[in-house]
């Protein structure tokens, strides 16, 4: 099945503690992305990949990293998670061929950093 | 950038039609995306627009004028599972080939 994982899909950490969501998707898709998604800000881009080893900013990208050392994989890293990253979290791919390029997402993380 | 500007909220009744518009403002217009998202799930692809015009598809059609920075999606014959968020999001000539998105429309239909 075409799918978007990721894990896991809910977290609770404290303030400091370096944790890693990873998204793994099996569709060979070029694009990934990461958002958060806020309630009354909508989804927020934070980093996007066009392809392996080729990341960029989104556009909040401050207290995130990503990596993107395999087509399939593209992990979000908190270094020291803060209370304002408390947040639900989305991945998603989508194609370089085709007509619209949709994005496919994952089913969400919930992060609550106290 | 993109400045992407949707209605909060709206309320309709089972068996209505129901439009929703979506205004932007972008330096390079390349495509825009119409997402449905039930509450804590996450948003799946309803529709695409890159040419003016009306693209339709079931019960749901999306609307484009590239000239007014406008587009609407409309729902009919609304069923209570389209209560949702709906979410416009626009794609501009940056290069990414990722779009931005709006903060989205709450939809709450009602019997």
């Known amino acids: 099945e075409a799918q978007v994982t990721q894990n896991p899909r809910y977290l609770i950490t404290v303030t400091g503690k370096k944790l890693t969501v990873t998204c793994s998707q099996n569709?060979?898709?070029?694009?990934m992305s990461w958002y958060r998604q806020d309630p009354g800000l909508g989804l927020r881009q934070i980093y996007y990949?066009?392809?392996?080893?080729?990341?960029d900013k989104g556009d909040v990208p401050e207290g995130y990293k990503v990596s993107r050392k395999e087509k399939r994989n593209f992990p979000l890293i908190l270094e020291s998670p803060s209370p304002n990253q408390t947040s639900l979290y989305f991945c998603?791919?989508?194609?370089?061929?085709?007509?619209?390029?949709?994005?496919?997402f994952g089913p969400g993380t919930r992060l609550t950093v106290t | 950038g993109q400045n992407i500007d949707q209605p909060t909220e709206m309320t309709a009744t089972e068996g209505a039609i129901v439009q929703i518009n979506c205004t932007y403002q972008?330096?390079?217009?390349?495509?825009l995306f119409w997402y449905q998202q039930h509450a804590g799930e996450a948003p799946t692809f309803l529709s695409y627009?890159?040419?003016?015009g009306l693209e339709e598809k079931g019960r749901f059609s999306s609307f484009l004028s590239r000239s007014k920075g406008y587009s609407y999606l409309l729902l009919k014959e609304l069923q209570m599972k389209d209560s949702a968020s709906y979410l416009c999001?626009?794609?501009?000539?940056?290069?990414?080939?990722?779009?931005?998105f709006g903060r989205g429309t709450s939809l709450i239909v009602h019997p």
């Open positions: 998603a791919s989508s194609p370089t061929g085709g007509f619209s390029y949709e994005q496919y």
């Open positions: 972008t330096s390079g217009f390349n495509g």
């Open positions: 990949s066009m392809n392996v080893e080729v990341t």
């Open positions: 627009n890159v040419l003016d």
């Open positions: 569709m060979n898709h070029e694009y």
């Open positions: 999001a626009v794609r501009d000539t940056r290069g990414s080939y990722i779009p931005t």
